[in-house]
């Protein structure tokens, strides 16, 4: 099983390593498999794949374990050295200029004469493809057959999108980008209404027309642009660094992180601080599998800030008893929250002062530094997580209690 993809000027080619010999038989004698890639019309034959095609990845295979012995752990096995069989493996190709054009037409087809050619061109497209194939090799060098060919047309992609706008608030991403094409792209994806028909029109009767004659085999991308949007973040430096370097045949098509294409040139996010995020749109047309995308807008990378201060804590409540003043308020619903700092004046004081140190972690305080008969004002702010300076909010409503 072999799958192809095209995401802009890369093409992403995926296969499963196989596990079985051709007659089932176990293990599989593999050491390598050889993937070839090809532009034309139409596909060469098996026999002449490796004559006028090119070769794209060479993946070496790590042989199984005999039968008597424990499975490869795929968590302890160093990729690096081979794919493992069973195992799905994906390589990127960078599809330059000359992968665009027709490739070396095999010898076949030109001692045969144009008249198959032309048979075959009568029902396709005339639309080059990208077609590839993978080879097995055993241990002794020997080729396995060909397998069926994977392949996508080499349509023109959509323009990429100029740039991308983001703005984000305390919980949202919202990124914006103009149309692919511009304007003029947009009034060419956007259908116009229908019209009404003219009088003596209407009144004809409608005669069905026969559709226009097509066998084509091929089904091309058509329909409206739409859009994938793909986010990068910045290492995070408290990770652990990965074991290995990732390696040629683990490649992998990148994912949008919007579930659907969009209809429209917006999309919002869930909003990340403190680290640096890198967003990109790709033009898609087409419905799967008969999709094509075009390459990736300029990247918009930044670091959002959290400059948004909790909300200020609400119902404070003061209540004297012997020994101390004690306080009650609702609780944050903010996520980031990290505690309250409680302040406290005397009677009539318009600036509050912060009774201890650090934050509290409780939506409640007890104050057990009071004198008896003396009136106290207070109130309470939120303190976020942020690093190195963490978000107040506003003061609560302030209560006044005198100590008993």
Request: net charge negative.
């Amino acid at each position: 099983m072999i799958q192809a993809q095209r995401v802009g000027s890369d093409a992403f080619v995926t296969l499963t390593v196989p596990a079985k010999n051709i007659d089932g038989s176990m293990p599989v004698d593999i050491s390598r498999i050889e993937v070839y890639g090809y532009t034309g019309l139409r596909a060469p034959s098996n026999a002449r794949w490796v004559e006028v095609a090119q070769l794209v990845a060479t993946i070496p295979v790590i042989p199984p374990p005999p039968p008597d012995t424990p499975p490869i752990d795929p968590a302890t096995t160093d990729v690096s050295k081979g794919a493992l069989t069973g195992t799905m493996v994906t390589v990127m190709e960078r599809l330059t200029s000359q992968k665009l054009v027709q490739g070396k037409v095999p010898e076949e087809a030109v001692r045969r004469g144009a008249t198959p050619i032309a048979a075959a061109a009568a029902n396709e497209p005339d639309v080059l493809r990208r077609f590839y194939m993978a080879i097995a090799f055993s241990e002794r060098g020997r080729p396995g057959p060909p397998g069926s060919a994977a392949e996508f047309s080499l349509v023109e992609t959509p323009e990429a999108p100029a740039f991308v706008n983001a703005y984000y608030s305390e919980t949202t991403m919202n990124l914006e980008w103009p149309p692919s094409g511009g304007i003029v792209g947009f009034l060419f994806d956007t259908p116009l209404p229908p019209e009404d028909a003219p009088l003596n029109e209407a009144l004809e009767p409608v005669v069905p027309t026969a559709p226009a004659a097509s066998n084509a085999t091929i089904v091309l991308p058509t329909g409206p642009v739409k859009y994938n949007v793909y986010r990068e973040a910045a290492p995070d430096p408290f990770a652990f660094p990965e074991a290995s370097a990732p390696v040629a045949w683990a490649t992998a098509p990148p994912m949008p992180i919007n579930p659907m294409p969009l209809s429209t040139p917006s999309f919002a996010d869930s909003v990340e601080f403190e680290r640096e995020l890198c967003y990109t749109v790709r033009p898609i047309r087409g419905v799967p599998p008969n999709t094509v995308a075009g390459d990736a807008s300029p990247p918009n990378c930044f670091t959002p800030v959290d400059i948004f201060p909790p909300a200020a804590p609400v119902r404070l409540v003061a209540v004297a008893d012997e020994g101390g003043i004690s306080l009650i308020w609702e609780p944050n619903a903010e996520p980031d929250v990290a505690g309250y700092m409680v302040l406290r004046g005397e009677a009539g004081d318009a600036t509050l002062e912060p009774l201890t140190p650090t934050a509290v972690a409780e939506p409640r305080f007890r104050d057990t530094h009071v004198t008896a008969g003396k009136k106290y004002t207070y109130a309470v702010v939120a303190v976020d997580s942020r690093l190195p300076v963490a978000n107040v909010s506003g003061e609560s409503n302030r209560v006044e209690e005198t100590a008993r």
